[in-house]
């Protein structure tokens, strides 16, 4: 029994997914060389390829650029003292995904703008995907 259940697991995790795994394996490596890895550290190859899941918020805040806002303004600093209440998956929500790029937050930069409404009480926040850009209004 012992020696049909190793042959039955080995057939399963092995022989069954060998043909497809050798195809993923070749077009992976036609993008990415695995000559270009041995740089990397195993933790710093599994940041680049799946990014970082921890965050440093206020080094968000910090690179956020402004359009006709300054850092200063009210709405500015109501919107920080909210974000910073929120969970941690809010805010990951926020940025759209529970991952960032293997750069981090250093690099990743969005901006908030002010969409200079008539009546701001009654216009929606909105934003730009895109172009990464938080419409606010005051």
């Not at 680049?48 to 006709?68: A, C, I, P, R, S």
């Not at 200063?72 to 759209?96: A, C, Y």
Request: hydrophobic content about 35%; overall charge positive; proline content about 6%.
């Amino acid at each position: 029994r012992k020696e049909y259940v190793d042959l039955y697991v080995n057939y399963i995790f092995n022989k069954s997914v060998q043909k497809p795994f050798e195809d993923f394996m070749q077009g992976f490596l036609r993008g990415c060389p695995a000559r270009s890895w041995k740089m990397f550290f195993p933790e710093e190859l599994q940041v680049l390829l799946q990014g970082h899941t921890t965050f440093d918020w206020h080094l968000l805040e910090k690179n956020v650029m402004y359009t006709v806002y300054e850092k200063s303004d009210q709405t500015i600093r109501n919107f920080w003292t909210v974000f910073h209440k929120l969970p941690e998956k809010k805010k990951k929500m926020f940025l759209g995904s529970d991952r960032i790029t293997g750069y981090g937050l250093e690099c990743f930069r969005f901006c908030i703008k002010d969409p200079q409404v008539e009546n701001p009480d009654k216009s929606p926040t909105y934003a730009s995907t895109c172009y990464l850009i938080l419409f606010l209004p005051r």
